[in-house]
């Protein structure tokens, strides 16, 4: 396969975008990142975009086309992926392999949700969709249970304290605060977390991801093009991606994904780094013990530390390693589809040098660590600015 | 890119198939073509799947992780894909992609979809989603009023009769009476489809393909590595998308379908034929008179002609040009996100010699074109026998 970077990057605000439609929101990304590569939408070969569900949130299915359509790049192929909240890093994926095997020169790779657009309890069973119906959702099992599963055993089995995974929350919303594209950008305290209402106990409102409206997009070519559209391409050294157990009762262990696991070294493997040398990381935080176990099992932090480390301000901007400088899925945002291209997104802009006030100083490789539903699918990428 | 081929085949009986759920029925073709190559599960490195709305349908998402986990396949990536019902057609495109870079070795392509467990009316709304959802569906529009707008248009310019649109329906379903896997396997007569009620005039309820259940699978390998499962690989010489206007009205012409001209023409270059060596075809009959536009704007038959040459016999079981062995989307059925990958089954058994009753005598190279919505997406493969 050949060399393959991102040239150009482009996200909208996340939030509760009512103004626009789902079709607005793609096309805004789409347009920002074609402008960021200083590219004309004509030198696109391909379009890969990742979206949860669509058809429960806007009726609308064949998002591939549409967008084609609406972005005026017919006749060009395109193709939506699907892999419940790993949408987006399977479509990052899916384009990277496209351009390594020189079926393409140039792709767009997007992610879009809009999911403002029905009831919250509508939304809630939509994204059930990413479980097993037929032995988790149909009995009643909703996400904010399953997470709240992981979460108590993971406090059983390491001590970890509602005090700890509730700092992740105080951090992302921080970073947040830093991030003009982010859903929430407003600073909270230990205190806020641990005295919202319970939602499934041990998580609370502010341990949840929110509903989010967004879409961000990536522009891909291969690494000999790249220099044509930006003196600074984001090279995708690794990317892996590893499936788990659709249900959580199916799984060995509950505080481990294995998928995380999996996905990670072999991104490592092929990026030819370590954990040690990941400075910044975008992961995937949709409940915020979903953080504590990525940093885990992505190797920043032995298995029980995470909670700890994250208390103590190991994550913060600029400590050890920066987790979720875009705020995360819990401050920035969550349209599902969307999440693993903004990560993208934002790792690019970090590695550029572009994220203002939440810059990483240094950081020459970034990681992005997209789940689908309690870990079923894990996709990883690891990303180095090339000079 | 690398050459690959078809090494294993298999698909499920096609309608309605109470007795079984979504994931049985993707498991029962996994398996089949499993067995057909003669493979272990653990020999794939990856699974691509193309699924229009199991959302919808089933209530579940992430489908790729599901069937990984329910195949005995995980850790493995698994990929949905969605191109409404040319999302069998794009998921085959993406494993050839995925071979061809060299990303895997051996990777199995599903389709799928379970469609009856719920009522019709909620089946038409929900494939109004392959369409323009706010501009068409929105506004009172079905899928059969789309190609009976078509269908209307291509009497008026070339003279077209509804007889020789429903003789379509008549030659497939006479296909369709020697596939064991068909929907439908009886015989039909022109008088049949002509006295059936009317749809959307000029289409009749014998001009329309049915709601079914089904998935078929094939397993794609590297052609060096393919002659370790099969005496007879088929290799995928040829494999172009293309996309049009998702919504009928913003088309320039409503009687050719511009993505089928550019995907097939792509194709061909590829493989270097031309439509003349093309001997047996599987192509999107959704409705009789798209099987019409089809072998126009294929090539085989000039535009206007189709009606015509069908009625004639020139596209009957061993004419000049075999359409739709199988029985086609009408009378072996339509479970819409399979459709693709079994017009690469049933042309992998045509060019084996696998295909019994309905073989298609020394054929050497044949078509799948897969249609997405009215035609807003299109995939055509081109294969060939390898001796």
Redesign the interface.
């Known amino acids: 396969?050949r060399r393959v970077a991102i040239v150009g990057v482009g996200e909208t605000k996340f939030g509760e975008e009512w103004e626009r439609?789902f079709?607005d929101l793609i096309i805004e990304a789409g347009t920002r990142a074609l402008e960021d590569a200083d590219m004309k939408g004509n030198e696109l070969e391909a379009l890969y975009c990742g979206s949860?569900?669509?058809?429960?949130f806007?009726?609308?299915?064949?998002?591939?086309?549409?967008i084609?359509?609406y972005m005026g790049?017919?006749?060009?192929?395109?193709?939506?992926?699907?892999?419940?909240c790993a949408s987006g890093g399977?479509a990052l994926?899916?384009g990277y392999?496209?351009v390594?095997?020189?079926?393409y020169d140039i792709v767009a790779v997007g992610g879009v949700e809009k999911m403002t657009d029905v009831p919250t309890s509508f939304a809630t069973?939509?994204l059930?969709?990413?479980?097993?119906?037929?032995w988790e959702?149909f009995m009643g099992m909703t996400f904010p249970g399953l997470y709240a599963l992981m979460a108590r055993r993971h406090m059983m089995e390491y001590g970890t304290t509602e005090e700890q995974i509730a700092s992740v929350a105080v951090k992302n919303h921080l970073n947040g605060s830093k991030n003009k594209y982010a859903q929430f950008q407003n600073k909270i305290t230990l205190e806020d977390v641990m005295k919202s209402k319970p939602i499934a106990s041990p998580l609370k409102l502010l341990d949840c991801s929110p509903i989010t409206d967004g879409a961000a997009v990536v522009v891909l070519a291969s690494l000999d093009k790249a220099k044509m559209y930006t003196d600074t391409p984001i090279e995708i050294v690794g990317s892996?991606?590893?499936?788990?157990?659709?249900?959580l009762h199916?799984r060995e262990n509950l505080t481990t994904l294995?998928?995380t696991e999996?996905a990670s070294r072999n991104a490592y493997k092929m990026a030819r780094v370590t954990p040690a040398d990941i400075k910044v990381a975008e992961v995937h935080d949709c409940f915020t013990i979903a953080e504590i176990l990525a940093i885990e099992d992505l190797g920043f932090f032995k298995k029980g530390e995470g909670g700890k480390a994250t208390m103590e301000g190991r994550t913060e901007l600029n400590a050890e390693v920066s987790i979720n400088p875009s705020g995360g899925l819990k401050a920035c945002g969550h349209p599902v589809g969307a999440t693993g291209v903004k990560q993208a997104v934002e790792i690019a802009w970090q590695l550029r040098g572009e994220a203002g006030e939440r810059q990483v100083k240094g950081a020459e490789v970034g990681l992005t660590h997209n789940i689908?539903?309690s870990g079923?699918?894990c996709v990883v990428h690891v990303l180095r600015r090339v000079d």
């Open positions: 396969m439609g079709r949860m569900t669509p058809g429960m806007v009726s609308q299915e064949h998002v591939g086309a549409l084609a359509d790049l017919n006749p060009i192929p395109a193709v939506r992926v699907e892999g419940a399977i994926r899916e392999i496209a390594g095997s020189g079926a069973n939509a059930g969709g990413a479980g097993d119906q037929e959702l892996a991606q590893a499936s788990d157990s659709i249900a199916d294995k998928a999996i689908g539903g079923a699918t």
